[in-house]
């Protein structure tokens, strides 16, 4: 019963280094989310995928890149990665919109990425 | 700029009480209301979602929405100090099949 995992758990760059950060979820979920989360600043979406095979920028894009590999899989990546990317990043999955009702569905979230970038 | 907004608190209710946790949104179409608890160092977990007026209860959880006035709160009777956490509200926007906006969060502090 996993749910959503995300690889690694904790991870040191240094600055202008480059790394993906792995995202899995076995509920089949239509729709993936990568969050940050600082201090006082709550989360704040990086990006999302409505479905397999689409992306959109959320809040806070720049300096990131995201993959929707298939269902299951959403990665994201630091190409240069700078001190202000040091974070906890989460990864979260909901099922499809009820498009009849209109409602959204839950998100759930996976255990987050500690990255700090020195 | 669709916002929900969220006193951060520290809320400090003794063990025993009602802690009642508020949430205010700007967008008056929105549809879909999400409590989160959040420990330190871990994961957002669900508590309790709400699509329409009025009260729903889960256990000690009690979570109210009222969208005339555009605010959703959460109720926790009984507060132990397990239940001290940060409580994130969710909103969907209107606008159909987009990301739901998150408050900031409210830490709550259950005193024994």
């Known amino acids: 019963n996993a749910g959503v995992t995300q690889t690694p758990k904790f991870q040191v760059l240094k600055t202008g280094q480059s790394m993906t950060l792995q995202c899995a979820q076995d509920?089949?979920?239509?729709?993936m989310y990568w969050y940050r989360q600082d201090p006082g600043m709550g989360l704040r979406l990086i990006y999302y995928s409505a479905s397999e095979g689409t992306t959109d920028k959320g809040e806070v894009p720049n300096g990131y890149n995201v993959s929707r590999l298939n269902k299951r899989e959403f990665s994201l990546r630091l190409e240069s990665a700078a001190p202000s990317q040091t974070s906890v990043y989460f990864c979260?999955?909901?099922?499809?919109?009820?498009?009849?009702?209109?409602?959204?569905?839950?998100?759930?979230f996976g255990d987050g990425t500690r990255l700090s970038i020195l | 700029q669709k916002e929900v907004e969220q006193n951060s608190g520290p809320l400090s209710v003794p063990e025993g009480a009602i802690a009642s946790l508020n949430c205010t949104y700007s967008?008056?179409?929105?549809?879909?209301f999400f409590w989160y608890r959040q420990y330190s160092g871990k994961s957002p977990e669900l508590i309790m979602f709400i699509y329409s007026n009025g009260d729903k209860e889960d256990g000690r959880f009690t979570a109210q929405l009222n969208k005339a006035s555009q605010y959703v709160s959460l109720l926790i009777r009984d507060s132990q100090p397990s239940d001290s956490a940060t409580y994130l509200c969710a909103v969907n926007p209107a606008s159909g099949n987009t990301p739901l906006v998150f408050g900031k969060g409210t830490r709550l502090s259950v005193i024994a």
């Open positions: 967008d008056r179409g929105s549809q879909s």
């Open positions: 509920m089949n979920h239509n729709s």
């Open positions: 979260a999955s909901s099922a499809r919109i009820n498009t009849y009702t209109g409602l959204n569905q839950p998100q759930h």
